[in-house]
């Protein structure tokens, strides 16, 4: 079964550096884009920032400048690395990957089961 693996959240203090990593794992053909999302406390869930396979990406407004996305294809593996984290940033991030396992060939939207993130001033 296919699935993704989060791991790198935690309580940090506003200002300082944290990594998200997403692996997935299982059988899969391929991977095409990736991505990580968060929900706020009171708030919608929202796109942080977006990675095609070719490497292209894209970024939420708020997290430009700050946060940066980037994949190693060997591991099928993203990261998320956010510097000069705020308290505004306090979410609860989830990876998601556009992939097709090998047994189906049917491209499809995964999730991972999320990771806090809490940023304290």
């Known amino acids: 079964q296919v699935q993704l693996v989060e791991s790198g959240g935690g309580l940090v203090q506003a200002g300082v550096s944290l990594r998200l990593s997403c692996a997935a794992t299982?059988?899969?053909?391929?991977?095409?884009?990736m991505g990580w999302y968060r929900r706020a406390p009171g708030k919608e869930r929202e796109l942080v920032t977006c990675?095609?396979?070719?490497?292209?990406?894209n970024y939420a407004d708020l997290v430009k400048g700050r946060f940066t996305i980037s994949r190693d294809n060997a591991k099928n593996t993203v990261y998320l690395q956010m510097n000069s984290v705020k308290p505004e940033d306090t979410a609860v991030y989830y990876c998601?990957?556009?992939?097709?396992?090998?047994?189906?060939?049917?491209?499809?939207?995964?999730w991972g089961q999320g990771t806090q993130v809490t940023v304290f001033s």
């Open positions: 990675i095609t396979r070719s490497g292209s990406t």
């Open positions: 299982g059988s899969i053909f391929s991977i095409n884009a």
């Open positions: 998601n990957a556009d992939l097709i396992p090998a047994e189906s060939m049917w491209l499809r939207a995964y």
